[in-house]
């Protein structure tokens, strides 16, 4: 395996670059390969066939894909949109495009020229990076204090899908980055992986971290988390999302749905763990999300191109999937955690994100 050594993301300045530089995920968990992007169509392709992933990760690329725009000296608002629609679903990905894009636009507004608001676009991308490592420290703390609340023997079984760990985050990533909280904390039984069908990256990614780190772990298909629970194996269910609405509702990794229903039939806390700027207060309840539909091939086909289905079927193939407020536990962020039945959580979670004004808009957002 793999040193897991590399940054999964970093700017790569000239004569090298510029370039965004990224470590391939679909090269994992076998090869450590970067993969660096001179130009924002090449980022948009890697972002598309998931080399990088994950919302949070996705938002500080995109930043640093308006960056490279603008240090190419390519038309900015053109790349901006494309970027920003790469991938419809994790609405940090907009976020953190049209940050870098108010920066550039405020900073040649304000006479910066060319160079000055290339050089704005890349301090936000910078600073958007920093906190997101910011933000995942502080969610990690309070998911493993509200875990040790409700399990204060330790001991715990810990169910999880996807991957959210430092491969999708500026730091040690969301739901992983709890999770390993608690490992540290010695309180860690076991780590249940799903294998997250059909790109496996919970078989891929999250078994390649949980192993770098350590952890007593066992990867499952997705099907056998029912008979994990049946058999009284799971204390806790712990997933990222994608996009989180005003009302609570959750849209993460498809499978992250069927976990749900099953962790209230078996009365087993299910915990989403996200930052901020997950939240989208536009998207007034689950309804309003886009959910991203892959190519059939990922179902028909195995990894290796192999085909797993006659010739000509047909898939369903949705990336997410979406989980009402009333069957999550407890919405955990930087700023702490929140049952999304509490209306006036959600508010002021609303109101702390700034995700859903940035998001749709031409980057022109009053601040
Ligand atoms: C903090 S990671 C949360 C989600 O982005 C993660 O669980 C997930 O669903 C990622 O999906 P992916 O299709 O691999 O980008």
């Known amino acids: 395996m793999a040193d897991q050594d590399l940054p999964v993301v970093r700017w790569q300045e000239p004569p090298a670059g510029p370039a965004v530089v990224l470590l391939d995920q679909t090269r994992l968990p076998f090869e450590e390969v970067e993969l660096a992007c001179t130009e924002v169509p090449a980022l948009v392709g890697a972002i598309r066939r998931l080399s990088v992933r994950g919302a949070p990760l996705l938002g500080i690329v995109g930043a640093y894909g308006v960056a490279l725009a603008a240090a190419r000296g390519a038309d900015v ?3 901006a949109e494309l970027l920003a629609e790469a991938r419809p679903t994790a609405v940090n990905l907009a976020y953190g495009v049209r940050r870098a894009e108010r920066a550039h636009r405020a900073a040649a507004d304000g006479g910066a020229g060319p160079e000055g608001a290339a050089a704005a676009a890349l301090a936000e991308a910078r600073e958007l990076h920093e906190e997101d490592a910011r933000a ?3 969610m990690a703390e309070h998911g493993r204090s509200l875990l040790a609340g409700l399990f204060p023997g330790g001991g715990l079984r810990i169910l999880t899908h996807c991957n959210t760990g430092r491969l999708v985050s500026g730091g040690e990533g969301t739901a992983l980055a709890v999770v390993l909280a608690v490992h540290r904390a010695g309180a860690l039984r076991r ?5 997250t069908r059909p790109l496996l990256q919970g078989a891929r990614l999250t078994a390649y971290e949980a192993a770098g780190h350590g ?3 066992s990867v499952l298909t997705d099907n056998a988390a029912g008979s994990l629970f049946a058999a009284g194996e799971v204390d806790a269910v712990l997933i990222g999302a994608d996009r989180i609405a005003a009302d ?3 849209a993460n990794k498809v499978g992250s749905y069927p976990l749900a229903v099953l962790a209230r039939y078996h009365r087993v806390p299910f915990l989403v763990v996200a930052p ?3 939240v989208d207060p536009e998207a007034a309840d689950g309804s309003a999300i886009v959910v991203e539909q892959r190519p059939a091939r990922e179902v028909t086909e195995s990894a290796a191109g192999v ?3 006659p010739a000509g079927a047909e898939a369903y193939n949705p990336a997410f999937d979406v989980t009402p407020p009333e069957l999550v536990t407890a919405l ?3 700023h702490g955690a929140v049952s999304p039945a509490e209306r006036d959580s959600m508010a002021q979670l609303c109101s702390m994100s700034r995700s859903g004004e940035l998001r749709s808009g031409n980057g022109m957002m009053d601040s």
């Open 77 to 79: 608002p053109a790349a």
């Open 136 to 138: 995942s420290a502080s």
């Open 215 to 217: 952890m007593p772990y």
């Open 248 to 250: 609570g509702s959750v």
């Open 307 to 309: 085909r797993a289905a």
């Open 332 to 334: 955990v962020t930087e």
């Open 276 to 278: 901020a700027t997950t």
């Open 191 to 195: 780590l249940w992986v799903d294998e």
